[in-house]
């Protein structure tokens, strides 16, 4: 089956700084979304991006599916954006996550 | 507000005893899902739905029982708690299998003693 994996597995950042969280998967999908699970626990759709390019805010997503990877994109990162970041590529089948930690 | 409802948030079960999990959503969506999450882990799949009376297996079947008799309910049973299905349980549900419109409840923090 489709192995889907995510880089870096953790991630610390500065209040500010600019981070790259890289989605690869092992075969041609269809479907791709990204999501944040808060600190409080709580699911967010971030987007929902089987190819091209989103941007919503300071977030944004690239796909690039002829090459099998997804990128997300944080800029000026705030403290609210800690959590734990996973990629889908369909019902089910979600990546390993990125935790990530803004400080002040 | 649209979206998916899950009850209880917090439930304390003793070995062997039996539960519904309980998860509505509101949006007429044909997929639905439950998943499990244990610490720092990420989602695994326990059932799915791809409409009203279908139901099948995910990656972690056993011990639970799920139903589908309305488009809007999906509720999850445990048949006969133990410690290793203590977890927090989400339930989810979306247009498409290919997670469209995805979306998230709240989730269900269970403890087996």
């Known amino acids: 089956g489709i192995q889907v994996e995510q880089s870096p597995p953790d991630l610390i950042l500065q209040e500010g700084a600019n981070s790259t969280l890289r989605c690869n998967f092992s075969?041609?999908?269809?479907?791709l979304q990204w999501f944040h699970q808060n600190p409080w626990g709580q699911l967010i759709n971030l987007f929902y991006i089987p190819s091209g390019t989103k941007q919503n805010g300071r977030l944004s997503a690239t796909t690039v599916a002829t090459e099998r990877y997804s990128l997300l994109y944080i800029s000026s990162s705030q403290t609210t954006d800690s959590g734990v970041y996973f990629c889908?590529?369909?019902?089910?089948?979600f990546g390993t996550g990125t935790r990530l930690q803004v400080f002040p | 507000n649209a979206g998916v409802t899950q009850t209880p948030k917090f439930q304390v079960l003793k070995t062997g005893q039996s539960m519904t999990l309980q998860c509505a959503q509101d949006?007429?969506?044909?997929?639905m899902s439950w998943y499990r999450q244990d610490p720092g882990m990420g989602l695994r799949l326990i059932h799915y739905?791809?409409?009203?009376?279908?139901?099948d297996q995910g990656e972690v079947p056993n011990g639970y029982n799920v139903s589908r008799s309305t488009t809007e309910d999906f509720p999850l049973r445990l048949l006969s708690a133990a410690p290793s299905q203590t977890s927090v349980y989400f339930c989810?549900?979306?247009?498409?299998?290919?997670?469209?419109?995805?979306?998230f409840g709240s989730g269900t923090r269970l403890t087996v003693v």
């Open positions: 949006m007429n969506h044909e997929y």
């Open positions: 739905s791809v409409g009203a009376g279908i139901t």
């Open positions: 989810a549900s979306s247009y498409s299998a290919g997670g469209i419109g995805y979306t």
């Open positions: 075969d041609s999908v269809n479907n």
């Open positions: 889908a590529v369909r019902l089910g089948l």
